[in-house]
């Protein structure tokens, strides 16, 4: 099976503080996608962001960015400047053909 | 516009007892997903449609569990003689389309809890 780490369980930061939440992936496929997804205290899962495995370039939409290394299977997301609003469990989530993989989650809990 | 909706929101069964959940996909997207989130851990698949095909089943945990979606749209997920370790949130997701990067949607889960 095609797993995914997220090695912090648990994040506490304070309000206008940067995280960066980490996400390892195994797989053997060449082409795949990778989502980062939040799910705040009132359960339902939100889609963050997308990256394709063969565009390397990161990005920043907002308050968020992303990370992208194909060659150590890393794809992390930071939010800058956080807000109370941003505490929830993030899941990093792989893509690989047909399987659709979520990581184990890391829960952030911004402190006002 | 209307985004995924499932019920019931919450469930309790004793145990031995069939449940069925249903979940109501956004309008005019072709895949949907069933996952199962236990206490703590992420979704772990169940299912998937494209359509009214079911075309992954892998993920479902025994022959207990029976998903459907007859006419492409809504799609239920059925367990038969609940375990109490079946007590997990369920949660069903729909999108676009399959592959190729599309994002899912979810609904709110139901919360299944068997007694």
């Known amino acids: 099976a095609q797993k995914v780490t997220q090695a912090q369980t648990e994040i506490s930061v304070v309000e206008k503080e940067d995280v960066t939440l980490d996400c390892v992936y195994e797989?053997?496929?060449?082409?795949?996608?990778l989502f980062w997804y939040k799910q705040p205290p009132s359960g339902e899962l939100v889609f963050l962001i997308r990256?394709?495995?063969?565009?390397?370039q990161n990005e920043i939409s907002g308050r968020y960015s992303w990370n992208f290394q194909k060659s150590t299977s890393s794809f992390n997301f930071t939010i800058t400047a956080s807000q109370v609003v941003d505490s929830a469990v993030y899941f990093c989530?792989?893509?690989?053909?047909?399987?659709?993989?979520f990581g184990p989650g890391t829960r952030l809990s911004v402190l006002p | 516009g209307a985004g995924v909706s499932q019920s019931p929101r919450y469930k309790v069964a004793k145990r031995g007892q069939d449940v069925a959940l249903r979940c109501d996909p956004i309008?005019?997207?072709?895949?949907l997903f069933w996952y199962q989130q236990a206490l703590g851990q992420g979704p772990e698949f169940l299912t998937y449609?494209?359509?009214?095909?079911?075309?992954?089943k892998s993920g479902l945990p025994s022959d207990r569990f029976f998903a459907e979606r007859p006419e492409g749209s809504v799609s239920t997920l059925k367990i038969q003689r609940t375990q109490q370790e079946d007590s997990a949130v369920y949660l069903c997701?729909?999108?676009?389309?399959f592959g190729g990067g599309y994002e899912q949607y979810f609904g709110p889960g139901t919360r299944l809890t068997v007694t």
């Open positions: 309008s005019g997207h072709v895949s």
């Open positions: 449609f494209q359509n009214e095909a079911q075309l992954d």
């Open positions: 990256r394709n495995s063969f565009d390397e």
């Open positions: 797989t053997r496929d060449t082409t795949y996608y």
């Open positions: 989530a792989p893509h690989y053909g047909q399987n659709f993989v």
């Open positions: 997701a729909s999108s676009l389309a």
